[in-house]
Antibody, heavy 120, light 111 residues
C-alpha cells in the first residue's frame, strides 16, 4: 500500500520560502505511470492545485503560482519536494502531497496533509 | 473563484438519491474524459470516488456513479447513508498549461 508522508515547518514567516518534502513508501518515484503532485487547502476553503512533477524532473505549475513555485524529485531518496517563495498570509493552508495517475490526471493517493501557517 | 462551478450545498434523506453538478468549459470538462470526484470528511484528506468521468476505483461503493454531458459533469449518490455526509469536489484536466482545476466543493448533508 502506497504511503505519502509530508514533512516540513509548520510556521513560516512572511516573505520567506515554504519548503515541504514528501517521502514515498510502498511505491517508486521512478515510475513512469505517475506524476507527483502538490495540492493545498486554506482553512475552511476548497482545494487548489499547485503543480506536479514527473520522475524525469519535468514540471507543470498552476499559472497563478508559477512565478513562486519550484518542485523537485529525488528518485534516489524516493521523495519529492515543494518550494514556495515570498509567502504571505494567503499561503496559509494544509498542503497535501499526492500521487497522480499519468494520463488520467486523478489523485490516487493523498498524503495526510501538512498545515503551514504564514505568520511573523 | 474556482474554475469549476459546484453548488455550495445539497441535502437528502437516508435512502434517497442526490446529484451534484460540476460545470466547466470547453477547455476542461468539455474537452477531456478526465473528470474525477473526491470525498472529504472533516479533518481528513480527500479520497477518490470517481475518475475518468465515470469509473469507480475498487473499494468504492457502487452507490456512487459519475456522468457527463457537454461541459457539465455529475456525481450521483444513490441510497444515501449517514456516512456519505461530507464535502465533494470535482476536478478536471484542463490542458498542459494548467493541468488540473478543482470545483469549489459541495457540502452534502444527510438529513
Amino acid at each position: 500500500q502506497l504511503q505519502l508522508q509530508g514533512s516540513g515547518p509548520g510556521l513560516v514567516k512572511p516573505s520567506e520560502t515554504l519548503s515541504l518534502t514528501c517521502a514515498v513508501s510502498g511505491g517508486s518515484t521512478s515510475s513512469r505511470s505517475y506524476y507527483w503532485g502538490w495540492i493545498r487547502q486554506p482553512p475552511g476553503k476548497g482545494l487548489e492545485w499547485i503543480g506536479s512533477i514527473y520522475y524525469s524532473g519535468s514540471t507543470s505549475y498552476n499559472p497563478s503560482l508559477k512565478s513562486r513555485v519550484t518542485m523537485s524529485v529525488d528518485t534516489s531518496k524516493n521523495q519529492f519536494s515543494l518550494n514556495l517563495r515570498s509567502v504571505t498570509a494567503a499561503d496559509t493552508a494544509v498542503y497535501y502531497c499526492a500521487r497522480v495517475r499519468a494520463g488520467g490526471w486523478f489523485v490516487e493517493y493523498w498524503g495526510q496533509g501538512t498545515l503551514v501557517i504564514v505568520s511573523s | 473563484q474556482s474554475a469549476l462551478t459546484q453548488p455550495a450545498s445539497v441535502s437528502g434523506s437516508p435512502g434517497q438519491s442526490i446529484t451534484i453538478s460540476c460545470t466547466g468549459t470547453s477547455n476542461d470538462v468539455g474537452s477531456y474524459n478526465l473528470v474525477s470526484w473526491y470525498q472529504q470528511h472533516p479533518g481528513k484528506a480527500p479520497q477518490i470516488m470517481i475518475y475518468e468521468d465515470n469509473k469507480r476505483p475498487s473499494g468504492v461503493s457502487n452507490r456512487f456513479s459519475g456522468s457527463k454531458s457537454g461541459n457539465t459533469a455529475s456525481l450521483t449518490i444513490s441510497g444515501l447513508q449517514a456516512e456519505d455526509e461530507a464535502v465533494y469536489y470535482c476536478c478536471s484536466y484542463a490542458g498542459s498549461t494548467t493541468d488540473v482545476v478543482f470545483g469549489g466543493g459541495t457540502n452534502l448533508t444527510v438529513l
